[in-house]
């Protein structure tokens, strides 16, 4: 019951979101393309549920800068303004609610990390990828950036541990 009951809440939020905020998609799309450039959505492979890989969508934040040698340039020397702004508000994240509407996230679970985690997860880690990856969720809400990974994986566990329509409700 509790995962039809949560695929419900998450469709339904998801179409009002992204419904209510359309016009503010569009109008930080063109500032994306304006300040930053194309493609506007950035996309990358993350693994989702039972470490499934799906498309991810977020606003791009970065430039494709490169090095003399044709290197991309670090993340940080890459996050151009805007696209610290974007993030810094969680704008970035937007787009992930198309996610969400393709079943291929939810609203509430553990963060998509990079496919190349994977193999660095301890077998208890990778209990984390037993729900569907969510665009918040129980490490977000208790320290988000200002805690460590250990910590991070230990609060993404718990939640799938003590997942509830309840808690999910809390997180949101």
Known sequence: MYEILKLFIDIILSALILTML??????????????????????????????????????????DAVNTRGELLTDEERLLPFGRFL?????????????????????????????????????????????????TGWAQINGRNSIDWEEKLKLDVWYVQNKTILLDLKII
């Open 22 to 63: 359309a016009p503010l998609l569009i109008i930080l799309s063109f500032l994306v393309y304006i300040k930053i450039g194309s493609p506007v959505i950035f996309k990358q492979q993350r693994p989702g549920l039972n470490s499934k890989p799906f498309i991810f969508y977020k606003f791009r934040t970065m430039s």
């Open 87 to 135: 993030r810094k508000y969680s704008l970035d994240e937007l787009p992930s609610f198309f996610n969400v509407i393709k079943f291929d996230m939810s609203i509430v679970g553990p963060r998509p990390l990079m496919t190349s985690y994977l193999k660095l997860y301890s077998n208890e880690q990778l209990r984390r990828h037993k729900v569907k990856p969510g665009i």
